[in-house]
């Protein structure tokens, strides 16, 4: 007699509760990415308060975002084995203990641990998992809903950073410190909306689904060939162990793949010049005679201006039209950014600031928005968390030591200038890599296609992402996927 059997199949629903993690993911970037972003404002108060110079001031920024990005992986690892929600409590209740205790300074080593580690720390356990969730519930309208998910980082820039700017007047930096805590406590809440995804129950009939015979095939190759539990001394501990082991590196298969690593690279580049600019716009808006005020306005335009950037990016590269192109769509956000870094040392009035703050804002918010789309389409929503996990663990380096860096050369040359330049070239650079990689992959592959269809004339190649067909012409048809 045939069994009845309920296999689970993963059918993201583009919309439903989906809405609801886009809006959680949306908090949690406000709380993350736009609190880091803020840092900047308390630059000069710390800097004034310690009697320190650029170079050591600006670490406390550095190691925020160092640890935000360096724990990325961990961030993860808690969210694959146990849950996102678990994980973004457990990092608001850290981001926002840290906070709270950076308000109780009494020098920058102190800030270095509580507001650039342990703070830093508890943003990679909310950040990482919380995009993750966003590529799990949404595929036709994945960039779309990272665009809005996104988007939180401009829209927090733009409230918070005048209102930090006002906290700090009325509150003193150590007031304005405290209150962030509480503000960032929030993401605990965002944490308790991150529901794992139903899956949907299909019934089959027979014994043992031709899915299930393979995985399991593929998981009892996979443990005789590392010899693992087949003689009766290896314990069942062990065995487990193994088996989670084999698991974590089925994980990290997309490491080997060539698009993977050249992305990798050019997302070094990319951080490294893209921090710059927001570490030291208000420093150098008030170098050349604006107000505070002014200076905090800048931050807000750009802020408001990036969330226009991550909506129109995500919604125009989900069109059918310039969904293929969106690679290139990344590419050019990136490499205008890279431009609007080089103009900024002979930008020096408010007018003149303005629009770099709404040219930089936009396209920062447009390839922030892209980022984890292109990092979907090179290695797939299978390894989407793990993979994001990586690419902003990438990200923690650059992030370390670009602004201290930057701080010595305006240490040394007594002006912004080096380390404007050095921002632009960097992020100009990570484009252009991309570009050739892409242009050279292009070639091989049309010499590869055409060298195929001339030895055999009756062998067509259709080719759309990482998906085949083969047709041979025997009045077959070949349907597109």
């Known amino acids: 007699m045939a069994l009845t059997k309920k296999v689970p199949i993963a059918a993201p629903p583009d919309g439903g509760w989906g809405w609801m993690i886009v809006a959680g993911c949306f908090l949690v970037t406000i709380c993350t990415r736009a609190v880091t972003r803020c840092i900047s ?29 360096l724990c990325a992986p961990l961030g993860s690892l808690i969210g694959n084995q146990l849950s996102c929600r678990v994980a973004i409590i457990l990092g608001g209740i ?67 950073a005048p209102v930090v700017q006002l906290l700090i007047e009325h509150y003193s930096w150590r007031g304005a410190l405290f209150l962030l805590g509480g503000l960032v406590a929030n993401l605990c809440v965002c944490g308790a909306l991150m529901r794992p995804i139903s899956l949907k129950e299909e019934e089959i009939n027979g014994i043992l689904p031709t899915d299930e015979e393979n995985i399991y095939s593929k998981q009892h190759n996979d443990l005789s060939a590392l010899s693992v ?18 698991q974590s590196l089925q994980e990290y298969k997309f490491l080997l ?19 710059i600019p927001f570490v030291y716009l208000v420093p150098y808006s008030l170098s050349v005679g604006l107000s505070p005020q002014h200076a905090a306005f800048l931050m807000s335009v750009l802020g408001i ?9 995500g919604w125009l590269t989900d069109r059918r039209c310039l969904k293929k192109y969106r690679h290139f769509c990344y590419l050019f956000a990136v490499g205008m950014d890279g431009i609007c870094c080089l103009f900024i040392p002979v930008l020096r009035s408010f007018p003149l600031l303005v629009p770099f703050s709404v040219l930089y804002g936009y396209f920062d918010g447009a390839y922030v928005a892209l ?47 080096a380390a404007f330049l050095q921002s632009g070239f960097s992020m100009i650079f990570s484009s252009f890599l991309l570009v050739s990689a892409k242009l050279i992959k292009k070639c091989l592959t049309n010499r590869s296609n055409s060298s195929s269809t001339g030895s055999d004339p009756k062998l067509q190649i259709f080719v759309n992402n990482t998906e085949m067909d083969y047709s041979v012409a025997k009045g077959e048809e070949c349907k597109m996927y």
């Open 41 to 69: 404002i308390f630059f000069v108060e710390f800097q004034l308060y310690f009697g320190q110079d650029y170079s050591r001031t600006a670490w406390i920024h550095s190691l925020a975002d160092c640890a935000t990005m």
């Open 94 to 160: 850290m981001a926002s203990i840290g906070l709270i205790l950076s308000s109780f300074a009494t020098s920058l080593e102190y800030l270095y641990l509580t507001l650039g580690v342990l703070t830093g720390v508890g943003f990679a356990l909310c950040y990482t998992p919380a995009i993750a969730m966003v590529g799990k519930y949404f595929i036709k309208r994945k960039a779309l809903a990272y665009g809005i998910a996104m988007s939180g980082s401009g829209i927090g820039t733009f409230i918070l």
């Open 229 to 246: 539990c087949k003689t009766d001394h290896t314990s069942k501990n062990d065995c487990n162990r193994s088996c989670l082991c084999l």
């Open 257 to 275: 793949m060539p698009d993977f690593m050249v992305l990798a690279v050019s997302f070094l580049f990319l951080a490294y010049g893209c921090s």
């Open 305 to 313: 201006i990036d969330i226009i950037g991550n909506i129109t990016f």
């Open 371 to 417: 980022m984890p789309v292109i990092t979907s389409d090179v290695v797939g929503t299978k390894y989407l968390s793990s993979a994001l996990g990586v690419v902003y663990f990438l990200h923690a380096i650059p992030y370390l030591v670009s602004p201290p860096i930057a701080g010595l050369l305006v240490d040394n040359t007594g002006t912004y200038t």
